[in-house]
């Protein structure tokens, strides 16, 4: 084959090959709003994180602001610590609360950011102080039960 | 045994070189020398370690015991970087052909040209059409290898083998396999290269009646071992009977038609072996 | 007799372990220095891209066809079980997640050992079997570095953007049926995809794995060919071990990767 022909196709397949990569990275996933290395890390302590995951996306009215990087155990206060890294471009006040969410009845766990009126903004290593927990459905439940019987009993 | 007829200092030499794969020895403590810008013949049956002579020669292999000598630097001891400059100085021609199969004859032809040195496009076209003219295909430039015949490919792939003009050319076979008019046409270029480039030249071949027409000198060997060499003349009038089995073509003589085995019997199971 | 039955098992195994053994050695030995022979490939991009047009353009067709049909495929079935549970939208998440993360990378190096690996397999193997490698020694041209060489990482360069492409078309072709066919919503066809797909956690991990297979497939066929024996039926023999060794490699180093990769801790 003429050199120019291998040449066009090689410059064809290559050109296709990273429109390919282009239309993963930008098109199929989200690297547009924040990476691995970028934004900063603040957490919470929650009482009950129930069924919440590493990655789990950080939401604040409904939009991805960040994602779950950590979640362990503290062992003085026998609460969950969550890590959570928040892009760069999203700015919150210091007195925000987060609370652990479920996406539908059963769908996956998030964090739920709620901003507070505060002047100065939340930094990196900042931990945020109001948390509400996880709804563990089976204390919901009991909860129910528990407030229909002493309704019941209370218009005895 | 025939006296070597030749003085000047050889361009290869055995010394005491024996060679085995595993437990099977191909050569057998051959001490040779070839003498330069001539044409020798080194003759012996299929499997008697012709082909492994070249590739010693060439530094493929190495010898087991001995050294090959390349102008007077031992092949086998010399540096990775060493032998490289010295194959540069060494053409061969494989049995049957070796040529490239994704490239055409011009490409062929070139490619050592364009590996080996910086010339312009315009110098290398020239080259290669000067030595595709010395085997007389010159026209056939454009083809590509698969529309050549056997003949024509070897004669390509002889202008490949002295594209760099080598001192040395080695020949595996050159006429196996080549109708009649062929092998007249090659052994007639293999007489003129050497003749016009004074090139040495090796050819290792089972094909004696053409080869005694137009070598100097020739060596012949069985099981690995040189039994006789000398000029045609010699090794026609030679008395030697494994010599003269070989060039008469008898089939059964010093050199055994049968692979040394047990007895027949025993191998059938009619006797027990001893 | 059955003392004799198992010794021969016994024997069979050891061969297998030290062929085995000895393959991985020499295999491990062979690219090795096949790497350390690179300088020509680079120093000469001409090399270079013809071997990336014989692995990475000629496998361009077949890449987008399969990586098309893999996607319908998807979405099709990832919509019908998704519909009983009422969340159609989430099968751009569903045909995303599984192109990028596995049958992305793992079926466009199975295509690619079957389609260039064993191309490259017979191109060595032909070289060696016609004396074509011995051709070039004595040429003193160097053939791992001048034929070889190119073609490692013509392969090695061509494998990622095989994957990609093959994942590209494969979420064209899902979008196509259950967007563009069946009517579920563009907008959260895509939206949920862009919401679920990491550009790192998948995107990119998947990325790495083509390039682990890559390698891999270029190792095997290439050492595959360079270790025939050279006869018209030991290179086609070398070639059916290119195709299912490789596919063998690909499959266990895809389970250690997402091992790795996707048990996120």
């Known amino acids: 084959m003429h050199r120019a022909t291998v040449d066009l196709w090689v410059g064809v397949f290559v050109t296709v090959g990273f429109l390919g990569l282009l239309f993963l990275a930008f098109k199929v996933g989200s690297a547009s709003n924040f990476s691995a290395s970028d934004g900063y890390v603040v957490t919470a302590e929650f009482d009950n994180i129930g069924g919440l995951k590493v990655k789990a996306p950080v939401k604040s009215a409904g939009v991805v602001v960040g994602r779950v990087e950590s979640i362990v155990f503290n062992n003085h206060s026998l609460r969950a610590t969550v890590s959570m890294r928040i892009g760069k471009k999203f700015e919150f006040p210091k007195d925000s609360s987060v609370s652990v969410l479920t996406a539908g009845l059963l769908g996956e766990q998030y964090v739920g950011l709620d901003g507070g009126g505060d002047i100065d903004l939340l930094a990196d290593g900042d931990k945020i102080v109001l948390t509400q927990s996880a709804m563990v459905l089976e204390k919901v439940i009991g909860q129910f039960l528990f407030n229909k019987a002493s309704e019941s009993g209370s218009n005895n | 045994m025939v006296k070597s007829t030749t003085k000047a200092i050889p361009i290869i030499e055995f010394s005491s070189v024996s060679f085995s794969y595993g437990d099977r020895r191909i050569i057998k403590d051959v001490s040779i020398s070839l003498p330069p810008k001539k044409i020798t013949a080194i003759f012996g049956g299929s499997g008697t370690g012709k082909t492994t002579f070249l590739r010693l020669v060439g530094g493929q292999l190495n010898p087991s015991k001995g050294d090959v000598f390349f102008d007077g630097k031992s092949i086998n001891r010399m540096k990775y970087s060493d032998l490289y400059s010295a194959r540069r100085r060494m053409g061969m021609l494989f049995q049957f052909g070796a040529l490239f199969t994704d490239l055409s004859v011009f490409d062929n032809v070139a490619f050592p040209l364009r590996e080996h040195t910086n010339l312009p496009s315009r110098l290398i076209d020239d080259l290669v059409k000067m030595k595709l003219h010395a085997v007389g295909l010159r026209g056939a430039a454009s083809l590509k290898t698969a529309e050549l015949s056997g003949g024509m490919a070897r004669r390509v792939a002889l202008a490949r083998a002295i594209a760099l003009d080598p001192e040395l050319i080695m020949y595996d076979e050159p006429f196996t396999g080549l109708d009649p008019i062929a092998t007249s046409v090659i052994a007639n270029l293999i007489q003129k290269l050497n003749s016009a480039l004074g090139i040495t030249s090796v050819l290792v071949t089972h094909d004696v009646e053409v080869s005694l027409k137009i070598v100097d000198h020739c060596i012949v060997m069985a099981g690995g071992e040189v039994i006789g060499q000398g000029s045609p003349e010699e090794i026609r009038k030679s008395h030697n009977p494994q010599i003269r089995q070989f060039i008469k073509g008898e089939i059964d003589g010093p050199v055994p038609l049968h692979y040394p085995s047990e007895t027949y019997e025993v191998d059938l199971g009619i006797k027990h072996a001893g | ?265």
Request: glycine share 10%; net charge positive; aromatic share 10%.
């Open chain 3, 1 to 265: 007799m059955r003392a004799n039955a198992f010794l021969k098992g016994f024997v069979a195994i050891g061969r297998i372990t030290v062929d085995g053994v000895w393959k991985i050695g020499a295999g491990t030995k062979f690219i090795l220095n096949v790497i350390s022979r690179s300088r020509m490939t680079f120093q000469r991009p001409r090399l270079l891209i013809d071997e990336i047009f014989f692995t990475g353009t000629l496998s361009l067709i077949i890449i987008i066809v399969s990586g098309l049909f893999v996607g319908l495929v998807l979405g099709l079935q990832g919509y019908e079980t998704l519909k009983r549970y009422g969340s159609a939208e989430a099968v751009g998440t569903l045909v995303a997640l599984s192109l990028v993360r596995e049958l992305g990378p793992v079926v466009a190096a199975l295509l690619f050992a079957s389609r260039a690996g064993s191309a490259m397999t017979a191109k060595i193997g032909i070289m060696k079997s016609t004396e074509q490698l011995s051709a070039m020694q004595m040429m003193a041209v160097d053939p791992y570095a001048r034929v070889v060489t190119p073609m490692f990482w013509g392969g090695f360069f061509s494998m990622p953007l095989l994957a990609a492409i093959f994942s590209a078309m494969g979420i064209i072709g899902g979008y196509l049926i259950t967007v563009v066919v069946i009517g579920v919503d563009g907008g959260a066809f895509w939206s949920q995809m862009q919401a679920n797909v990491d550009f790192h956690g998948d995107i990119l991990n998947g990325i790495y794995k083509s390039i682990v297979f890559g390698f891999a497939v270029n190792t095997i066929s290439l050492f595959e060919g360079f270790d025939c024996v050279p006869t018209a039926e030991g290179v086609s023999r070398a070639v059916t071990r290119t195709v299912v060794t490789s596919a063998l490699a690909i499959l266990a180093l895809d389970f250690v990767l997402t091992a790795f990769m996707f048990t996120g801790v």
